[in-house]
């Protein structure tokens, strides 16, 4: 990775949404990086080169262009329906540390603080009102744990803003691994 500061947090998600949106981001880039694979090793495996399997102007590239097309719609499609549209990437999202009964809470640094209060519960995108002490919604866009700039990337090049950039950041290294795949099956018309 070129980029892998910061590091996304890393934890178990338990049985939560948010567990379940990891998991579609994962699962939807990997049918998309095998679909991708083996369209484009079919073309190869028929005499096309890279240039002429990804031209959508020549008889094979516009069959490509079909079927990755496809491929990159159900893609899409999964990570948006578990993760949902309007979430923007952070390393690091904001929690609240509940303590008591209702939304009471306390002001801590990290999850490990707030699990270390006996009887205390993350709540995943909330914040504790430091006047009131009440855990309440994050202001403004809510966030998934993922990297804030693409890892594969140099640091800053591709920072990540909305689930489309996140998604557009799956394509990519996707498509990386594909092109080294490939290359090293048809170094003379991949590389």
Not at 88 to 104: D, E, I, K, L, Q
């Amino acid at each position: 990775m070129a980029c892998s500061t910061p590091r996304p947090l890393q934890q178990n998600l338990g049985d939560t949404a948010e567990n379940d949106c990891q998991r579609a981001i994962g699962k939807a880039g990997f049918k998309y990086l095998v679909s991708r694979e083996k369209t484009l090793e079919k073309c190869g495996l028929g005499g096309g080169t890279k240039a002429t399997c990804l031209d959508p102007n020549t008889l094979d590239g516009a069959k490509v262009a079909v079927t990755l097309g496809k491929a990159e719609t159900k893609k899409s499609t999964a990570i948006k329906k578990k993760c949902g549209n309007n979430r923007s990437p952070v390393a690091n999202p904001p929690f609240c540390c509940r303590t008591g009964t209702g939304n009471a809470c306390t002001v801590v640094a990290t999850r490990d603080d707030c699990t270390a209060i006996s009887g205390a519960s993350v709540q995943e995108s909330k914040v504790c009102d430091p006047n009131g002490l009440t855990c309440g919604p994050t202001p403004g866009a809510q966030s998934i744990t993922w990297w804030e700039s693409c890892p594969d990337q140099a640091c800053g090049s591709f920072p990540l803003a909305t689930m489309d950039d996140l998604i557009t950041c799956v394509d990519e290294a996707a498509d990386a691994t594909v092109d080294d795949l490939l290359c090293l099956q048809f170094p003379a018309g991949w590389c």
